[in-house]
C-alpha cells in the first residue's frame, strides 16, 4: 500500500543552498499541493497543481519552485534556502473528491 | 486577512463536555468545505466534509452557513482521544485548499 510519499523526511542545509524536496504518489491523482507548516500559522498553501505541466501559485510561493513533469511527481525547490524556510513542508493529492491525501511530512532545517 | 479564519486554542475542556470550534472564510465562490483533524504535527487527516444541510458523523455535527461564510463543528461527550487540532479547510475555487490555522483541544479527565 504506497501511498503518497516524501523524501528526505528530516534535512538540515545551510542557508543560500538549493534544496528539494521530492513528492510521489501512486493513486495518479490529479492533484498534487505542497503546504509548509509553521507554529502559530497552520498549514499554508505553497504551491498546488491540477494537472501535469499545470501549477499554480498558493498563499506563500516566495522563495520555492514546483515542478510537474509527470502525474505522479511534484518536486519543491527552494533555490536559495533561508533560515525563514525552516518549517515542516507536507504534500498532498487529490483526486478533486473530498479526501486529500497527505504524506508523512519532510522536516527541514535550515542553519 | 487571511482566507480562512479559525477561533484561537486552545481550548480545554473536561471529559464528556460538548465543544464547538467556528471557521469563517472570506471567499464567497467558495466551493466545498472540510473538517480535518492533526495529531502532534502529523499528517492532517479528514474528519468530516461539510454539507450545505448540517452532517452529523456519531458525536460530531457539521454545519455550513453560506450567507455569512461560516462553518462550525460541534464535539458532544468529548473523549480524551479527541485531543487533536482541528483544521479548518476550504476549496477556494479550482482545486486550490486552503487551511486555518488551526484550533487546538484538549480534553482532560
Known amino acids: 500500500d504506497a501511498g503518497i510519499t516524501q523524501s528526505p523526511r528530516y534535512k538540515i542545509t545551510e542557508t543560500g543552498r538549493q534544496v528539494t524536496l521530492m513528492c510521489h504518489q501512486t493513486w495518479s491523482h490529479s492533484y498534487m499541493f505542497w503546504y509548509r507548516q509553521d507554529l502559530g500559522h497552520g498549514l499554508r498553501l505553497i504551491y498546488y497543481?491540477?494537472?501535469?505541466?499545470?501549477?499554480d501559485k498558493g498563499e506563500v510561493p516566495d522563495g520555492y519552485v514546483v515542478s510537474r513533469s509527470k502525474t505522479e511527481n511534484f518536486p519543491l525547490t527552494l533555490e536559495s534556502a533561508t533560515r525563514s524556510q525552516t518549517s515542516v513542508y507536507f504534500c498532498?493529492?487529490?483526486?478533486?473528491?473530498?479526501?486529500?491525501?497527505f504524506g508523512e511530512g519532510s522536516w527541514l532545517t535550515v542553519v | 486577512r487571511k482566507e480562512v479564519e479559525q477561533d484561537p486554542g486552545p481550548f480545554n475542556v473536561p471529559e464528556g463536555a460538548t465543544v464547538a470550534f467556528n471557521c469563517t472564510y472570506s471567499?464567497?465562490?467558495?466551493?466545498?468545505f472540510f473538517w480535518y483533524r492533526q495529531d502532534c504535527r502529523k499528517e492532517p487527516k479528514l474528519l468530516m466534509s461539510v454539507y450545505s444541510s448540517g452532517n452529523e458523523d456519531g458525536r460530531f455535527t457539521a454545519q455550513l452557513n453560506r450567507a455569512s461564510q461560516y462553518i462550525s463543528l460541534l464535539i458532544r461527550d468529548s473523549k480524551l482521544s479527541d485531543s487533536a487540532t482541528y483544521l479548518c479547510v476550504v476549496n477556494i475555487a479550482g482545486g486550490k485548499l486552503i487551511f486555518g490555522q488551526g484550533t487546538e483541544l484538549s480534553v482532560k479527565p
Open positions: 497543481s491540477a494537472a501535469a505541466d499545470i501549477t
Open positions: 498532498a493529492s487529490s483526486d478533486g473528491g473530498n479526501t486529500i491525501y
Open positions: 471567499n464567497s465562490a467558495s466551493q466545498s
